[in-house]
């Protein structure tokens, strides 16, 4: 390797004669193993960058890699974090290029705390693997998933917030999603079949006496028909949820083919009905559709208006017979809540159920304090938070039992607001 520039800091190589094109080329590795999307034609760019920018200031080379492999906001840390470990210490990138690095390690100078603090991505991108993708001499795991969405208590991954899982923990973490089923009880309809004792059918007691045409009149029965009631979901799929909302893409279409009746939503600055792509049999297929048809991913987020347009544009195609809504949002509006309260008001009178899905709820000390937040709070059933697979699977078990009364369910968080 090269002396590194004094100018650019430890690990960064002198351009004249040196190995600059391998070492950037091991470093877009390290990013794609971490989860980032780079390929072949991001390396060239990257090179192309590079030469044009010159290699005069560390900081210069950070900002031109980063426009190159950086897209979205949610890979800012994983490629800060990676830049720093790999172009500070010659004998990691030493290490690194030779793929013999068997754990990170505490840098010299580096506090403890702050190599904690290294994304489980980027430490499972820095491990040595075989050619299956696999640590060497390490027997793969076992997990064990049942068809009622509960898992082992062995299984550790289900507890793992889906924003620190390593790429490969998302890969088996949509697997488990895949084999999922959302068991929504059954509620009776307006329509009944014969059978039971609970009310008397005359309509089939006066045919069967005409039949018979006996002294006596049997008395025919009937009760009421049961089955699923309409499921509808809309999602946010703004920048602050774009973590969780491609995650939870892989559970809609999980959902929508293992039942009838489900329609499914995005919204960011714009509603967007992706259920007709969802039906696709291959969840490849049909997230490469989704991705076509929807333009607001990780934008700005437009509550009011997206449920103003659901509420005038759907709302009475989809929640007929007593729908469940599914509202996964983590309440932040970029329009300060305008006219939020009263389309939520409208949609939670217009569905059997609603149900408010928020990952902001697993921090302990979360209080629905944002103007958002305060809108939706009084009128949603349930609120629940979705971050983990340990979490879809208590939301299937909400949903397989009879609801709260609507005035006793959310009690706690109203006086919260």
Known sequence: MTEPDETLGRGVPRPEGGRMAENILYFARTLRAAGLPVGPGKVLDALQAVEAVGLG?????????HAVFVNRRDQQEVFDQA?????RNPEILRRMMALLLPDITPLAGQRPEDAEELSRRLSDALRPQDGQGREPDV??????????????????????????????????????????????????????????????DLRATLRAALRQGGDTIPLRWKQPRRRHPPL???????????????????????VTNDRDRVHTFVFGTRLTNITRHLRQKDVDVAVEKVSESVFDWSGGTRIGACLHDFNVTWARRVLGQGAVVLLIS????????????????????????????????????????????????????????????QSLGDLAAVLSRPAARRQEGMSKWQKAG
Not at 57 to 65: G, I, P, S
Not at 237 to 254: K, N
Not at 350 to 376: E, F, M, T, V
């Open 139 to 200: 027997q793969e795991e076992k997990r064990e998933i049942d068809a009622a969405l509960t898992f082992s208590n062995k299984e550790v991954l289900q507890g793992v917030d889906f924003e620190k899982m390593s790429a490969a923990e998302l890969a088996e973490a949509r697997q488990a999603i895949q084999a999922m089923r959302l068991p929504i009880m059954e509620v009776p309809t307006r329509r009944h079949r014969p059978g039971g004792r609970r009310k008397a």
């Open 232 to 254: 509808v979901v809309l999602c946010d799929i703004s920048g602050s949820m774009s973590r969780y909302s491609r995650m939870l893409l892989h559970f809609m279409h999980a």
């Open 330 to 389: 983590d309440g932040l509006d970029r329009d300060n809540a305008e006219g939020l309260e009263a389309e939520i008001e409208r949609l939670h009178k217009s569905c059997r159920r609603l149900i408010w899905l928020n990952p902001l709820l697993r921090y302990d000390a979360y209080q629905p304090k944002s103007l958002g937040a305060k809108a939706l709070i009084p009128h949603v059933d349930d609120f629940r938070t979705v971050h983990n697979l």
């Open 57 to 65: 200031r560390r900081d210069d080379f950070y900002w031109t890699l």
């Open 83 to 87: 830049f720093h470990v790999f172009w």
